[in-house]
């Protein structure tokens, strides 16, 4: 074996151990990774209860998707109000009947529930 080719099978044999070695430092910390990011992200201490919380965070990503579409079918129908108001010579906006939803949202969800409702009645107002 030549010298040329000695110094090239050994420079090939370092690049494969160190990858190898990248390799392998790679998957121990992805796996130290995976078992600290189920108590990063759940906050549990017991599998039992990063479980639980997982089928809980499931169920409340489940509830916001419905609730998002809810808001937005709300933005539609308060545009075909606005139009129907406007083209008749209203108002755009009937501060009246936001009274009446900032109390109802009070009343069922306390002084937050104003806040909510200060929100969505902002999304749906203007769209026109």
Not at 5 to 28: G, H, I, Q, R
Not at 95 to 103: I, K, N
Not at 120 to 125: A, D, G, Q, T
Request: aromatic residues 0%; neutral net charge.
């Amino acid at each position: 074996m030549s010298a040329e080719t000695a110094t090239t099978t050994a420079e090939t044999a370092t690049t494969t151990v160190a990858s190898a070695a990248t390799t392998v430092a790679s998957a121990a910390k992805a796996a130290a990774s995976a078992t600290r990011s189920v108590a990063e992200q759940t906050g549990a201490r017991t599998d039992e209860a990063a479980a639980l919380i997982g089928d809980a965070r499931e169920r409340i990503d489940a509830l916001d998707d419905r609730i998002i579409g809810l808001i937005q079918e709300r933005m539609a129908v308060s545009a075909v109000i606005q139009e129907a108001r406007i083209s008749s010579g209203g108002r755009r906006v009937n501060l009246a009947r936001e009274m009446e939803v900032l109390g109802h949202y009070r009343d069922a969800l306390g002084k937050p529930g104003t806040a909510l409702a200060m929100t969505m009645l902002e999304l749906c107002r203007g769209r026109i």
